[in-house]
């Protein structure tokens, strides 16, 4: 496997998909995380392979999708943590869908109706494009950790580690609106911006970058 700053590194989003099915053993490897992801993170996300409909639409059109027949629709039970829980373990499947060789791209309202089921107290929050990129997508220019954080010369190398693989990590319109501190205690302070859009999903969504690069044996979450 690869490393995971590296899997972060290479995957970026991407809009314009080849017109290629996904094979089914990655949709077995995918659809067996995904499951391990909803019992782990009291979510119900499914995967919608072979449904071009949702991003034909006049708004998807808007967002320059183009052959999206896949994708993975972020649903759960209403709660005040539900989106953020959307963003922590959506993205680790978007990291998994990258290992395997697909690309994704975050979508919150730049596609139409969606086919995922809905149970009478659930909600979808967001979708996330999946399939085989024309490109592989390209990186844009952020802020630094001095930015999104309190990282300093004397910080220990997880922190560093964490927050850099944060500032890889995307965020809606590349905003970037979140702030990671090191405590005293050596806990971690992780909070979103004030204003913007998708800020609890963001939030999540960096977590689990942050998480997966610092090694969560060496902190815990303030």
């Not at 996904?22 to 995904?34: N, Q, T, V, W």
């Not at 993170?41 to 071009?52: A, H, S």
């Not at 009478?120 to 967001?126: S, T, W």
Request: glycine share 10%; hydrophobic share 40%.
């Amino acid at each position: 496997m690869k490393d995971i700053m590296d899997l972060m590194r290479e995957r970026h989003s991407v809009r314009q998909y080849l017109d290629r099915p996904i094979p089914g053993e990655l949709r077995a490897a995918l659809d067996a995380y995904a499951g391990e992801l909803n019992r782990e993170g009291n979510l119900r996300m499914q995967i919608l392979y072979d449904e071009p409909v949702c991003f034909s639409s006049r708004m998807a059109h808007y967002g320059r999708f183009e052959n999206c027949g896949s994708y993975i629709a972020m649903v759960g039970g209403k709660a005040p943590d539900l989106e953020e829980r959307c963003g922590y373990y959506g993205e680790k499947l978007v990291l998994k869908a990258q290992e395997l060789g697909l690309n994704t791209c975050w979508a919150a309202l730049t596609h139409g109706k969606s086919k995922a089921t809905l149970g009478a107290d659930e909600k979808e929050v967001i979708l996330i494009a999946l399939g085989y990129g024309k490109t592989q997508g390209t990186a844009h220019r952020g802020k630094d950790s001095a930015a999104v954080s309190n990282l300093g010369d004397a910080s220990p190398a997880w922190f560093r580690r964490g927050v850099e693989a944060a500032l890889l990590a995307p965020t809606a319109v590349n905003q970037q609106k979140f702030r990671f501190e090191l405590l005293p205690d050596g806990r971690v302070s992780a909070k979103p911006g004030l204003i913007g859009s998708c800020l609890k999903i963001d939030l999540g969504i960096v977590k689990c970058h942050f998480e997966l690069a610092a090694g969560k044996e060496n902190f815990r979450w303030a």
